[in-house]
């Protein structure tokens, strides 16, 4: 079982991108999913996350209104809509969950162990 995210990428300040997460060997659909994003040095923070049944969201206060959560039920699959994007935003994101219905409520959560590899945002000034 494995989670794998990808479509990062270098974008310019302004743009959008759209990242995947999708499971292998696992169904998400009965699991609530968040993404994360780190750069060197930091601890991980959690920027948002999606409930089971897509009840309910966490965003962090950085990315409230630019950045917007989904599910793919048939694709098993969950993306991250980001637009208006920052350089600020240039980290490696990567999606988790715990195999438990409901979000973090904190962006420095030690909750979503299980994770996939990450995928590199760039964003140039």
């Known amino acids: 079982v494995q989670l794998q995210a990808s479509g990062g990428g270098l974008v310019q300040a302004g743009g959008s991108l759209r990242l995947s997460c999708k499971a292998y060997?696992?169904?998400?659909?009965?699991?609530?999913v968040g993404w994360f994003r780190q750069t060197p040095g930091k601890e991980r923070e959690g920027i948002s996350c999606?409930?089971?049944?897509?009840?309910?969201?966490f965003h962090a206060d950085s990315v409230k209104g630019r950045f917007t959560i989904s599910r793919d039920k048939a694709r098993n699959t969950v993306y991250l809509q980001m637009d208006s994007l920052k350089p600020e935003d240039t980290a490696v994101y990567f999606c988790a969950t715990d195999f438990a219905l409901v979000c973090f409520t904190s962006t420095q959560t030690h909750t979503f162990e299980f994770r996939g590899q990450g995928t590199l945002v760039t964003v140039s000034s």
């Open positions: 999606l409930s089971a049944g897509d009840v309910s969201t």
């Open positions: 060997g696992f169904t998400l659909d009965p699991y609530a």
